[in-house]
């Protein structure tokens, strides 16, 4: 078994709930790479550069016909058409004009994929996201106005050692909305996402390991 495989398996035990979906954060790394995992029957991958995931899973997608893309990145509206010709989910869902884009291009292509909007949760100047005052009206717009598929929420909290705070405010944000799907974690924090029912955690580095 190689290396990668022992690493998920070992996050998968540690997880231990079949109803967290780990997202392998594949960005950067090679398909060969990546190849073990898919083998194995894995998935969830997840990508932040439109260019870079449609060069590196467009024919394998046409092969593998399950396989689930996540766009967990910042999310131009240049790329928005792009990225909905390619990917499943959309984590980075959070401003007006990339919802109208993407809405456009769900119905020229006839595809719905999966939304997470991402919340500003610490209101931090550096950092994109709907701001929690603004998330009612920007979720009501997405869901009824557009009809885009909201199914939960996603936040990438301040890196100032109290995340157990910023993940409780998404879930009970979540909760709020009555949103049933929560994207929060990565390979240093996911196990206090745990603790706030997050159900897609977002692991790269402790899977394939650090990235050069």
């Known amino acids: 078994m190689s290396l990668i495989i022992n690493n998920f398996e070992n996050i998968k035990s540690l ?10 954060v594949s960005k950067t790394f090679s ?4 190849r073990p995992l898919v083998d194995y029957g894995h998935r969830h991958f997840g990508e932040n550069k439109v260019q870079e995931a449609i060069s590196k899973w467009t024919d ?14 910042k999310l131009q509206t240049n790329k928005a058409k792009d990225a909905v010709k390619l990917f499943d989910y959309i984590h980075s869902l959070d401003n007006q ?9 769900e119905k020229n292509i006839n595809k719905k994929l999966k939304y997470f909007i991402q919340v500003n949760i610490g209101n931090e100047k550096q950092k994109t996201g ?31 050692s109290n995340q157990d705070i910023y993940f ?13 799907e929560l994207s929060m974690g990565m390979s240093s924090d996911y196990n ?12 790269g580095s402790s899977i394939f390991g ?3």
């Open 210 to 212: 650090l990235r050069s």
């Open 15 to 24: 997880i231990d709930n079949s109803n967290v979906k780990i997202i392998a």
């Open 130 to 160: 709907i701001g929690i005052d603004l998330l009612d009206d920007f979720y009501y717009y997405c869901t009824k106005e557009l009809g885009i598929n909201v199914i939960g929420l996603m936040a990438l909290p301040p890196n100032d």
């Open 97 to 105: 004009k990339l919802a109208n884009v993407l809405a456009n291009q």
């Open 31 to 34: 398909y060969d790479l990546i």
């Open 192 to 203: 206090l996402a745990l603790k706030y029912e997050t159900t897609f955690v977002r692991i």
């Open 168 to 180: 409780k405010k998404l879930f009970e944000l979540n909760k709020m909305l009555g949103l049933k």
């Open 60 to 73: 394998i997608k046409k092969k593998i016909k399950d396989i689930n893309l996540h766009m967990i990145g």
